[in-house]
């Protein structure tokens, strides 16, 4: 409520409570995130109409490996944070699979983040 509050007043961002509506949508519980199909994926005319998700995760040392690629990332490298969702990669696949939409995940820990853009491919092994 404080962070609402917060948001609403500093920035005038509606605050929503269908995750198809926000814009922006902020998740503190990975284990109960709604699934990424509960947000707006945007449209093929309008893919930047899209949520970005910023997720809260405790630190990038720990959890399963992700093996990433796609557009801006050398390569590919491995992230790992905790704790996410249960079936994070299977998201992320079926995410990529509606390239130019889907959303935007965003991951955060009180000192750093990740960004997965929905570009992001997962690669062998994870």
Same mark, same amino acid.
């Given at each position: 409520?404080?962070?609402?509050?917060?948001? $609403?007043?500093? *920035?005038?961002?509606?605050? !929503? %409570? /269908?995750? =198809?509506?926000?814009?922006?949508?902020?998740?503190?519980? #990975?284990?109960?995130?709604?699934?990424?199909?509960?947000?707006?994926?945007?449209?093929?005319?309008?893919?930047? $109409?899209?949520? *970005?998700?910023?997720?809260? !995760? %405790? /630190?990038? =040392?720990?959890?399963?490996?992700?093996?990433?690629?796609? #557009?801006?990332?050398?390569?590919?490298?491995?992230?790992?944070?905790?704790?996410?969702?249960?079936?994070?990669?299977?998201?992320?696949?079926?995410?990529?699979?509606?390239?130019?939409?889907?959303?935007?995940?965003?991951?955060?820990?009180?000192?750093?983040?990740?960004?997965?853009?929905?570009?992001?491919?997962?690669?062998?092994?994870?």
């Amino acid at each position: 409520p404080a962070v609402a509050a917060w948001l $609403r007043f500093h *920035t005038g961002a509606p605050v !929503v %409570d /269908d995750p =198809a509506a926000a814009s922006f949508a902020f998740v503190s519980d #990975p284990t109960a995130m709604p699934s990424f199909g509960s947000f707006a994926p945007g449209t093929p005319d309008y893919p930047d $109409r899209s949520a *970005t998700v910023i997720l809260q !995760v %405790d /630190d990038f =040392a720990h959890g399963p490996p992700l093996i990433l690629a796609g #557009p801006g990332i050398p390569g590919c490298r491995t992230l790992q944070a905790t704790p996410l969702p249960d079936d994070i990669a299977a998201r992320l696949v079926a995410n990529r699979a509606l390239f130019p939409c889907g959303i935007d995940l965003v991951l955060a820990t009180d000192t750093a983040v990740a960004a997965l853009p929905r570009s992001v491919t997962l690669g062998e092994g994870t």
